[in-house]
């Protein structure tokens, strides 16, 4: 496996490969892999001869009093599992690469942008599309594989993809949880025992949520109000946002069909997670 550190490095591997007759797939990440990152790569590898995982901790993506600086950075794990998974390469920028001195563009998908972890997160799918519209430009890809359990990413690059006519689709793979429900995340390492314990009530409110819904009940206010009290039972944890949406374009509905998204954000402790389930 290569580890690569230039945008001409990238473009030039994925050039030869496309050459050679392979298709190029691409698993961008921030690194700090996990078992949800597994299935990315290994999602790549099925369908793609040729596949990619970037490592760069986007710093366009965080807010000022966000958790960049401590964000996890295990580089020579992640790049010894990107291996054991048969990925081909690793591109791992410096953010001088990404962002040149004296920058000044960005990708900024209007409306969508400020619904859901964008309301709370003020310019994060800003920074979110500009980065990854900078690897989609340099790696050329046939596929990109991103994880369902970031649904509102998912929604804004594929409105990005398609309003700029980018000649590559996006594959959504299903969420990664431990045995106890918890979705996998980078972040869960920063909780504490007792802490981890309370954001089970987050796949907890969704598997409540799903029954609901498997039962007949449609009705968004009703949804919301049972998710809500039940995360309320755990008083440590702080809900951000508790929402019934189109999953195309993250406003809201009032009753919920197949493939509508319900999805939580909350703050367990000073950790903020989401999660979600795609209903029918």
């Known amino acids: 496996m290569q580890i690569l550190h230039t945008v001409n490095e990238l473009r030039a591997w994925s050039r030869a490969a496309r050459t050679a007759g392979k298709n190029v797939g691409l698993v961008p990440t921030m690194g700090a892999l996990h078992a949800g990152h597994a299935s990315l790569v290994?999602?790549?590898?099925?369908?793609?001869?040729?596949?990619?995982?970037?490592?760069?901790?986007?710093?366009?993506?965080?807010?000022?009093?966000?958790?960049?600086?401590?964000?996890?950075?295990?580089?020579d794990a992640d790049c010894a599992m990107a291996e054991s998974l048969g990925a081909d390469v690793v591109f791992a920028p410096a953010v001088?690469?990404?962002?040149?001195?004296?920058?000044?563009?960005?990708?900024?998908?209007?409306?969508?942008?400020?619904?859901?972890?964008?309301?709370?997160?003020?310019?994060?799918?800003?920074?979110v599309a500009t980065v990854?519209?900078?690897?989609?430009?340099?790696?050329e890809p046939d596929f990109a594989f991103f994880g369902q359990k970031d649904a509102a990413q998912v929604s804004v690059l594929r409105r990005m993809i398609a309003d700029m006519r980018m000649g590559l689709e996006l594959i959504v793979c299903p969420i990664v949880r431990e045995?106890?429900?918890?979705?996998?995340?980078?972040r869960n390492r920063y909780l504490s025992a007792e802490e981890r314990r309370q954001a089970l009530v987050l796949s907890r409110s969704l598997r409540a949520i799903e029954q609901l819904v498997a039962g007949g009940q449609r009705d968004s206010e009703k949804?919301?109000?049972?998710?809500?009290?039940?995360?309320?039972?755990?008083?440590?944890?702080?809900?951000?946002?508790?929402?019934?949406?189109?999953?195309?374009?993250?406003?809201p509905v009032e009753k919920a069909e197949p493939g509508t998204l319900f999805a939580v954000a909350a703050w367990v402790g000073e950790t903020r997670l989401i999660d979600n389930t795609i209903l029918g």
């Open 42 to 75: 290994q999602a790549a590898r099925q369908r793609c001869q040729a596949v990619a995982v970037t490592i760069f901790v986007n710093p366009t993506q965080f807010g000022p009093n966000e958790d960049y600086a401590r964000y996890p950075r295990t580089f």
């Open 96 to 127: 001088e690469e990404m962002y040149p001195l004296g920058a000044e563009t960005f990708v900024e998908v209007e409306q969508i942008s400020d619904r859901l972890d964008g309301q709370s997160r003020p310019g994060h799918f800003r920074g």
């Open 132 to 139: 990854v519209a900078k690897l989609f430009i340099a790696a």
């Open 179 to 186: 045995p106890d429900g918890l979705a996998l995340s980078s």
């Open 223 to 251: 949804l919301t109000a049972t998710a809500r009290a039940l995360l309320a039972e755990e008083p440590a944890v702080r809900v951000d946002y508790i929402a019934l949406v189109d999953w195309a374009t993250l406003e």
